[in-house]
């Protein structure tokens, strides 16, 4: 029986789509820890320099490229003082991930946001994250994030008006 027919190479495909699963996973909470914990140098590396970040209406403008990203998330902090949240804390469920191919991904992923403002008030977020993922020589990546919230409370009114509809991503051959 040559190697072809005795399904090692099914295998290890399969092996590679779970470990590849996995990464992917793994990519998606570490942008919210890393969010949650203000570690912006860890966060900013886990978007590919060419990437595309939109957060929604009422919030930054649509962000081309890892170092606008970074001179965004630096923005925040001047003289040693963050003027940003004084607290977050992001919580991902129910990932959904297609691949288009070996190196690329459309992710899905449910998202709740809780923050606390330095004036001690606490907006809250829903929604999902559209996300392409591509793999690099650095491991997985974001290429692409897209924020689509379904509500809010507390928040201020012209943040990103509840979208009610999520484009839906089909799974190709043999995904489930």
């Known amino acids: ?7 090692v190479g099914d295998d290890r495909r399969a092996l590679r789509r779970l470990l590849d699963k996995d990464a992917i996973v793994d990519l998606v909470h570490r942008y919210s820890y890393c969010v949650d914990h203000k570690l912006n140098d860890e966060l900013a590396a886990l978007f590919t320099d060419d990437c595309v970040i939109d957060y929604g209406p009422g919030s930054a403008p649509v962000i081309h490229g890892r170092a606008a990203y970074r001179k965004l998330l630096d923005s925040a902090i001047r003289d040693g003082v963050d003027y940003g949240f004084a607290a977050t804390s992001h919580h991902n469920a129910n990932v959904l991930i297609v691949f288009d191919t ?6 899905r992923t449910s998202m709740y946001a809780w923050h606390r403002t330095q004036a001690g008030k606490t907006p809250q977020v829903w929604g999902y994250y559209h996300d392409v993922a591509v793999r690099t020589a650095d491991g997985w990546r974001l290429r692409e994030r897209k924020l689509h919230l379904l509500g809010t409370d507390g928040w201020h009114d012209d943040y990103h008006r509840a979208e009610h509809t999520c484009p839906a991503i089909a799974a190709p051959n043999g995904q489930p």
């Open 1 to 7: 029986m040559s190697s072809s027919d005795d399904g």
């Open 102 to 107: 070996d190196d690329r991904a459309t992710v």
